[in-house]
């Protein structure tokens, strides 16, 4: 299980490069940029079947398991972009990143799980710390005008955390399901491109790399992770610390010269550390305890 969760995580790291790249990518807008990631997230799955071991028999994939990862990874960036064109872009990114926080919540309803004190305040403390980080440490201004794009970030938070949850339903399902997620996410997104956006394509190498570095990590191989980690790693660890991406995605754009550091991102940091190591509390101290029970003679 630990290390499934590690894996889980690595996508939570990839993630934090979403800002940085897309800032690179130039002005292509979000639903081509999203087709041209996708497409690219298709190759890696593809590329990785080339090097996986043939499965000893072929799984039969139940028609939800398709409903699931399609309205997951396509529909959270269909109301993502929506919500972004419809409210501020502060209040509406937190909003979505109430995802997290359902994933612990919503754990409490899966088989075999258990849901605990410290899990909810792992949680809430990482929303604490994301809070300071998407606010720029100072305050929200919620309008009802801007209600609809409210409601569609809202959207965005029960998709990604639904998805993430009824994965964890399907375990034997492989993670290779997620390239064709992927190639329907790529294909409807390019459908909405043409539907609702003028074509603005990369000018430069420089961008063009940007765009491959995102169709590889963030928006590629984070998807497979997360599928090895909400299957078969501690769920609730996740979801609390998933919060750890908006942390990560600043600290690369201090390092990158983007921003500059600040006392509410340090104190941001804190919160996010704690909230983490809080919520793995059980995965941590109990490996420690029982190596100390082997140990005893």
């Not at 940029?33 to 090097?51: D, P």
Request: with cysteine; aromatic share 12%.
């Amino acid at each position: 299980m630990a290390r499934a969760t590690l894996i889980g995580f690595s996508a939570v790291a990839m993630w934090a490069l979403l800002a940085l790249l897309t800032d690179a990518s130039g002005a292509v807008p979000p639903f081509l940029l999203s087709a041209i990631c996708f497409s690219i997230g298709t190759g890696v799955g593809l590329v990785a079947r080339l090097f996986s071991p043939a499965p000893a028999e072929r799984v039969k994939i139940p028609p939800q398991v398709w409903v699931i990862g399609i309205a997951g990874l396509f529909g959270y960036h269909f109301f993502y972009f929506t919500a972004l064109r419809n409210a501020p872009a502060v209040e509406a990114s937190l909003i979505a990143y109430l995802w997290p926080l359902l994933i612990v919540l919503g754990s409490a309803l899966m088989p075999g799980e258990k849901l605990r004190w410290f899990h909810i305040a792992g949680a809430a403390l990482g929303l604490a710390g994301t809070f300071l980080i998407i606010t720029n440490g100072g305050g929200l201004s919620f309008e009802s005008r801007y209600a609809f794009g409210y409601a569609m970030a809202a959207v965005c938070a029960f998709l990604w955390s639904g998805y993430s949850l009824l994965s964890r339903r399907f375990p034997a399902v492989p993670t290779s399901i997620v390239t064709w997620f992927c190639a329907a996410t790529a294909v409807l997104s390019l459908l909405c491109h043409l539907a609702l956006e003028d074509t603005v394509l990369p000018s430069n190498a420089g961008q063009w790399l940007a765009v491959l570095g995102l169709g590889l990590m963030p928006v590629g191989a984070a998807f497979y992770a997360w599928d090895i980690g909400v299957k078969r790693g501690n769920i609730q660890v996740l979801g609390a610390a998933s919060y750890a991406a908006p942390l990560l995605s600043t600290l690369i754009l201090i390092a990158a010269g983007f921003t500059e550091p600040t006392p509410h991102i340090l104190l941001a940091c804190l919160l996010i550390t704690a909230g983490a190591v809080l919520a793995a509390k059980s995965l941590i101290f109990g490996r420690a305890s029982a190596r100390q029970s082997e140990a005893k003679p």
